[in-house]
């Protein structure tokens, strides 16, 4: 079965504290695994998109890396903006599953205290 | 350009009530779906259309209805609404989902059933 487990829950830091959050996955066949941000009461906004593993996307203070069974989404210096919930999902391949679908996981809320 | 459009932003039904959810895009997007959250579960679809007359069931179709009448426009309706599906929902759509389904979201529908 298809799953996405995000570690932890969530992530209280200090304003500078780096850190990395964790996405395990299980899917018969990768398209694409994704980061979204959401703030609260928002909808979820794009940040990244990894192919393959080996692949790694960065974007300000974040970095978003793949392997073959987990990403994870490092954190450098985080400021109090970045806090929100970052939200991982898998996008199976079209020629298992020809529909779109994403699989999220359940998300960690991230904190940053000044 | 606006986006993913959802309406209203808050509604509260009594069981058994039907109601419809909005969303419309401006993007000419070919896909449009629906998501469901709930806490510690992560978004779920529910409903999801590849194009203009053409819907098809997600992982929670049940109590749910849709139609795809024209590209901008992805209603949802609840039939005969339960508690059970009190949630916040999102619509959502990307310009390619054959490929690797970048997804844009509306700022989501809260919904309460008593």
């Known amino acids: 079965e298809d799953q996405v487990t995000q570690s932890p829950e969530a992530l209280r830091l200090q304003e500078g504290e780096s850190s990395s959050l964790n996405c395990s996955y299980t899917?018969?066949?990768?398209?694409?695994l994704f980061w979204y941000r959401q703030d609260p009461g928002k909808g979820p906004e794009f940040l990244f998109t990894?192919?393959?593993a080996g692949e790694e996307k960065e974007k300000e203070r974040l970095k978003a890396t793949l392997t073959k069974k987990e990403s994870f989404l490092h954190i450098t210096a985080p400021k109090p903006e970045d806090s929100a919930t970052y939200l991982c999902?898998?996008?199976?391949?079209?020629?298992?599953?020809?529909?779109?679908?994403?699989?999220f996981g359940q998300g960690t809320t991230l904190q940053v205290k000044p | 350009n606006a986006g993913v459009t959802q309406t209203p932003k808050f509604q509260v039904l009594k069981t058994g009530q039907s109601m419809t959810l909005q969303c419309a895009q401006d993007m000419n997007h070919e896909y449009m779906s629906w998501y469901r959250q709930d806490p510690g579960m992560g978004l779920r679809l529910i409903h999801y259309s590849v194009g203009a007359g053409i819907t098809d069931q997600g992982e929670v179709p049940n109590g749910y209805n849709v139609s795809r009448s024209t590209t901008e426009d992805f209603p949802l309706r609840l039939l005969s609404a339960a508690p059970s599906q009190t949630s916040v929902y999102f619509c959502a759509s990307s310009y390619s989902w054959s490929g690797a389904n970048v997804l844009t979201f509306g700022a989501g529908s809260r919904l309460t059933v008593l």
């Open positions: 999902a898998v996008q199976p391949s079209p020629y298992l599953s020809n529909t779109g679908k994403l699989i």
């Open positions: 899917v018969s066949g990768l398209r694409g």
């Open positions: 990894l192919y393959s």
